[in-house]
């Protein structure tokens, strides 16, 4: 078995191995720190606190939905040659297709948000609302789909998964 040192383990040696070990940790750590910071920045809402001020605003919201009795019959993401084809059917409390919504929605990737969309989906003679959409990457995706009436307003958040 060879030595690693010719002669006695001296405090000199040991400091730098020690130093070395910890300069190796530090650098690491600080790469680690590094690609954490510059991929995203944690920051899920930009006004946190004015957003917690309007809770009781956004109980009374989803109270009002939940009168409304809308909900999301049908949700898929189609691929075609050119691009991938959302289509949303919106139904009554009684199961009947929803005609003359204003539908918006957001797409966004749920890891970062330089990859956002905002659309607007188009109403077709079927009832069903349809948006061409040009995602520049695979994987999961958020969609969160805005729909009004009038005063009527809708909100869901669905998971796609594009390819």
Do not use: C
């Not at 109980?59 to 049908?74: F, M, P, S, T």
């Amino acid at each position: 078995m060879s030595k690693l040192f010719r002669g006695p383990l001296t405090g000199r040696h040991v400091l730098i191995m020690l130093s070395v070990f910890f300069g190796v940790v530090f650098a690491a750590n600080g790469a680690f720190v590094y690609f954490a910071r510059a991929s995203w920045t944690g920051v899920e809402t930009e006004d946190a606190y004015r957003t917690g001020l309007q809770y009781n605003r956004t109980l009374a919201d989803a109270e009002a939905q939940k009168a409304l009795g809308w909900k999301i019959a049908a949700f898929e993401l189609t691929a075609n040659e050119k691009h991938q084809v959302l289509t949303v059917r919106l139904v009554d409390a009684n199961g009947a297709p929803l005609r003359g919504l204003a539908i918006a929605a957001t797409v966004r990737r749920p890891t970062t948000d330089s990859l956002d969309q905002q659309v607007t989906l188009r109403e077709g003679e079927d009832g069903l609302y349809r948006v061409a959409l040009d995602l520049p990457e695979s994987g999961q995706w958020e969609v969160e789909v805005i729909a009004t009436r009038g005063p009527d307003r809708f909100r869901a958040i669905q998971r796609i998964i594009a390819s």
